[in-house]
């Protein structure tokens, strides 16, 4: 049997390219689904052009690959269970039902994997939020449709809590109390089915819920480390994790938190690409095609800087003055302001001393 693969990948962003860059060089064929005919993905593999929830779109992937795969969580989960082989999606479509919908995630987060969340509960209405304690502060979060800090609402004041109410009574909610963390974190594992790796711990820096800088390894004790790799591995066992997931962490004084959780390779992972021995595109790929997993190891501290639309020209200057920074354009057409265009990777012991683009440009 040819260990060739043809991978089908829903969605051609830039996880789907950096996906399918990984898998042609080690040498198999990637086939593409997305609505987009010029999507990045575009660049590096054949496309479907068709919306994501297109059946008999998502059936003709099917036909022509082997195995299937998703770069992004919001794919149509019954769409997929319609017309998907047996064995043909490692990922299953249960993690893609868990990571959309918060309350499901919750759920699986500190019922079956047992980690610790912040305190929460599910909200169907206002009426859930009439008697809650306004000396803690909280955070109101719709159970689908989020995401980059869209549809939620902080609850400091009376006042947020009538904004709250509108929100609680548009959509299913789950109230969180607010954590108050020294960083956020977050950790890649991948899986082949069978076993695990784990990535280095990344802290990360964000700019108006949008990551702008990842920095590794993150500046947190070696015991709190050593603790949210574990706690990544164990939803990553519960869960008999193909392919890459990243989990997203608040790291407090003494504690680790999960926030949420990604079934897919991530935007604080892209470090590794040139950071680590293998990427988290790489071990994504080999997670989903059943083989062995390598140990990771990180060459050297490392930080990855976001380039935004707006960006885009500060960072072509910056790479000019800076050749060994690793420059990643994802092919976009149109910078739009705050779209994801392309991120730089280096190397620094100094991760302050690297400035973010957006920082006194637009913020
Ligand atoms: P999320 O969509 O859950 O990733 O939340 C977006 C951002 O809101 C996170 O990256 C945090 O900065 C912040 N956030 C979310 N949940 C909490 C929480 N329970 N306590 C404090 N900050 C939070």
């Avoid at 593999?45 to 779109?57: F, L």
């Avoid at 500190?110 to 969340?117: E, I, L, P, T």
């Avoid at 820096?205 to 702008?212: G, V």
């Avoid at 999960?258 to 590794?272: C, Q």
């Amino acid at each position: 049997m040819s260990s060739t693969k043809t991978i089908g990948i829903i969605g051609g962003g830039q996880l789907g390219q950096m996906m399918a860059i990984s898998a042609i060089y080690m040498g198999h064929k990637v086939i593409t689904l997305d609505p987009a005919s010029d999507c990045p993905s575009s660049r590096v593999s054949e496309v479907i052009v068709a919306p994501y929830d297109d059946v008999d779109a998502l059936r003709q992937l099917s036909d022509c690959c082997d195995v299937l795969t998703y770069e992004f969580e919001n794919v149509d989960a019954d769409g997929l269970d319609a017309v998907i082989k047996d064995g043909q999606l490692p990922q299953g479509t249960d993690l893609l039902r868990i990571s959309q919908n918060r309350i499901f995630e919750k759920d699986f987060l500190s019922n079956k994997a047992q980690v610790r969340v912040a305190p929460y509960k599910v909200v169907t209405s206002s009426l859930d939020l009439e008697d809650i304690d306004l000396s803690k502060n909280y955070v109101l979060k719709t159970a689908t449709g989020g995401y980059d800090g869209h549809g939620q609402k902080v609850i400091t004041s009376a006042e947020d809590l009538e904004e709250a109410n509108a929100l609680a009574n548009s959509a299913e909610c789950v109230l969180e109390e607010f954590v108050n963390f020294d960083l956020e974190i977050s950790v890649i594992v991948s899986g082949n089915g069978k076993d695990v790796t784990v990535f280095p711990v990344q802290e990360n820096i964000h700019r108006n819920n949008i990551l702008s800088k990842t920095i590794v390894p993150a500046r947190i004790s070696d015991r709190l480390a050593d603790r949210a790799k574990a706690i990544a591995v164990k939803i990553a066992e519960q869960l008999n994790l193909s392919g890459t997931l990243c989990v997203e962490m608040f790291a407090t004084a003494d504690d680790i938190i999960v926030n949420e959780i990604a079934p897919r390779p991530h935007n604080s992972g892209h470090y590794s690409i040139e950071a680590c021995d293998f990427s988290q595109f790489d071990t994504h790929i080999l997670g989903v095609l059943g083989a062995p997993l390598p140990a990771i190891n990180l060459h050297e501290p490392a930080v990855m800087l976001n380039i935004l639309g707006q960006h885009v020209e500060a960072a072509e200057r910056y790479v000019t003055e800076n050749p060994s920074a690793h420059l990643h354009m994802y092919g976009k057409l149109e910078a739009k302001h705050n779209r994801k265009m392309g991120h730089v990777t280096l190397f620094s012991n100094e991760p302050d001393n690297v400035v973010e683009f957006g920082k006194g440009i637009d913020f």
